[in-house]
């Protein structure tokens, strides 16, 4: 999913991510060219389906770690 500044016709730019400690997940994304600020709320539920999926919002910084994908999938 990607979010379009409808002014500027541009791709808007992933900016920080939240989670408040009540279930949910808050993202914003802001537009590069104007400044505009979008902001992305899901509820409980929608949160743990992105969990699940291992989707993680924003990207990640650190390169993946070796059987990360595996690791992630065994339940102990």
Excluded at 13 to 25: K, S, W
Aim: with cysteine.
């Amino acid at each position: 999913m990607k979010f379009l500044c409808v002014e500027c016709d541009r791709q808007m730019a992933f900016e920080e991510r939240r989670l408040p400690g009540d279930g949910t997940l808050a993202a914003a994304f802001r537009c590069p060219q104007c400044g505009r600020v979008v902001a992305l709320l899901t509820n409980p539920m929608e949160t743990q389906l992105v969990a699940s999926l291992g989707v993680k919002i924003g990207g990640t910084t650190l390169p993946p770690q070796p059987l990360e994908s595996i690791r992630g999938t065994v339940t102990t």
